[in-house]
């Protein structure tokens, strides 16, 4: 996928998981969650070449002091992943985010050890985290679970979990919460509505 049509697929998430979003424009312009994943993806390339390492960790650090949000050069990001708000968002280096990703300000994807080995998270497609959550260690999360506000999560939990409190529990999620009651592509107008 080329440059430009990566840049629309990120243009077009963002403005589908903010409602307060108005235009292409202002989202580019105003919105300091992307600038933080394109540099990311700069750093991230960077990264990957030895001498480049600590030039990447500069690109890195530049873009917290410019945008409030943290991401170490290493961490893995899938497609279509988007930071609202942002400020104070640290992203350590082993984590790894698979696609449809979405965090609020304030949350920490953060490691427990101070071993050199894998010790940050991994959240799997779809995974949501609200805002001020710490996600702690290098635990997995499922696909399409959510992390409630606040929340410190510390043990690994399966697809579908939605993880609240200190220490995060499961609230189970009914079954038909899997699926919006209705289809949004079947909704029908009524024209009354309109009189
Ligand atoms: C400026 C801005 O707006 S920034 C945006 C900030 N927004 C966020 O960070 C959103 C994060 N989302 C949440 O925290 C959500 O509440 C979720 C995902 C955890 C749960 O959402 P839902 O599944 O819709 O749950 P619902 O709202 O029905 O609440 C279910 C129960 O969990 C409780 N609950 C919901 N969120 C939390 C939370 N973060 N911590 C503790 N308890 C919670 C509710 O009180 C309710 O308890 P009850 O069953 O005893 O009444
Ligand atoms: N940007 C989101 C959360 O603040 C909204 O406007 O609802």
Not at 100 to 116: A, H, I, K, P, R
Not at 117 to 128: A, E, F, N, Q, S
Not at 162 to 178: F, T
Request: net charge neutral; hydrophobic share 40%.
């Amino acid at each position: 996928m080329g440059i430009l049509s990566r840049l629309r697929e990120d243009i077009k998430n963002a403005r589908e998981h903010d409602p307060a979003a108005r235009s292409d424009a202002e989202i580019v312009l105003a919105y300091s969650g992307l600038h933080a994943i394109w540099a990311h993806r700069l750093a991230h390339k960077m990264w990957q070449v030895k001498p480049l390492k600590t030039p990447a960790r500069v690109v890195s650090q530049v873009t917290r002091s410019l945008t409030g949000i943290e991401i170490h050069p290493g961490a893995t990001i899938g497609r279509r992943f988007f930071i609202d708000h942002g400020m104070g968002v640290v992203i350590g280096e082993t984590t790894e985010i698979g696609d449809d990703c979405m965090l609020y300000q304030g949350v920490t994807l953060g490691g427990t050890s101070l071993e050199q080995t894998k010790r940050h998270p991994t959240l799997h497609d779809g995974v949501t985290v609200g805002a001020g959550a710490k996600v702690l260690g290098p635990v997995e999360i499922g696909e399409q679970s959510a992390v409630g506000a606040n929340a410190v999560v510390v043990k690994s939990a399966p697809a579908h979990s939605v993880l609240i409190g200190v220490p995060a529990k499961d609230r189970k999620r009914r079954e038909e919460e899997h699926k919006p009651l209705v289809d949004p592509a079947h909704y029908e107008l009524d024209p009354a509505l309109f009189i």
